[in-house]
């Protein structure tokens, strides 16, 4: 389940953009844009992610993810909350 490293990206750039101001937020939802190429399953995405944000400032946080034709992945925003 390669979810489960591209899981590890998205959280870690999540909680930089969580705690990169002096009063830290809370990360509420997360955009991504994967290409079909990448072979990714949304609900495989979710469950990793939910599993690796258990205690941190992501936890429950939802990934919204859409898929596009061709190759790559990007986070296209993070929604915060103070």
Do not use: C, N, W, Y
Request: net charge negative; charged share 30%; no cysteine.
């Amino acid at each position: 389940m390669h979810e489960i490293g591209i899981a590890k990206g998205i959280l870690k750039k999540a909680l930089e953009l969580a705690t990169s101001s002096k009063k830290s937020k809370k990360v509420i939802k997360i955009k991504v844009k994967a290409g079909i190429g990448e072979m990714i399953i949304g609900d495989s995405l979710q469950f990793a992610f939910s599993r690796l944000a258990k205690g941190t400032a992501a936890a429950g946080a939802e990934i919204e993810l859409e898929e596009f034709e061709g190759v790559g992945i990007s986070i296209e925003s993070v929604e915060l909350e103070e």
